[in-house]
């Protein structure tokens, strides 16, 4: 089992940037593909950015590609969210996940995440 914590988030003008961080607990991080994703206020969770256990794989949705990166340090037990170019619609609480499927590479649905961390919420102002 893991628990995950998030940080990072807070309030940001419209084109500036933000770095999410998430700290895993255990020893087996690298044995998790790790996911974003975010939840606006009456809004569905939405997927952000997935990477997979070794960084070499990443996959984003179409409306941060470009603009996120998802990166981790498996010896630090952490994966990060930098956010660039941070637009009002980005506005949302952000959430990490770990996916300890084996057969998992990058996963994009978020019921196929066992764990979650509490979140953490970023606000974008225009």
């Known amino acids: 089992q893991v628990q995950l914590v998030e940080s990072g988030g807070g309030l940001v003008q419209a084109g500036g940037s933000l770095r999410l961080s998430c700290a895993a607990s255990?020893?087996?991080?690298?044995?998790?593909?790790m996911g974003w994703f975010r939840q606006a206020p009456g809004k569905e969770r939405e997927f952000v950015a997935t990477?997979?256990?070794?960084?070499?794989?990443?996959y984003y949705a179409d409306s941060v590609k470009g603009r996120f990166t998802i990166s981790r340090d498996n010896a630090k037990n952490t994966v990060y969210l930098q956010m660039n170019s941070l637009k009002p619609e980005d506005t949302a609480v952000y959430y990490c996940?770990?996916?300890?499927?084996?057969?998992?590479?990058?996963?994009?649905?978020?019921?196929?995440?066992?764990?979650w961390g509490q979140g953490t919420q970023v606000t974008v102002s225009s």
């Open positions: 996940a770990a996916d300890e499927r084996p057969s998992s590479i990058a996963t994009t649905r978020a019921y196929r995440y066992d764990y």
């Open positions: 255990g020893r087996t991080f690298s044995s998790y593909v």
């Open positions: 990477i997979s256990r070794s960084g070499g794989n990443t």
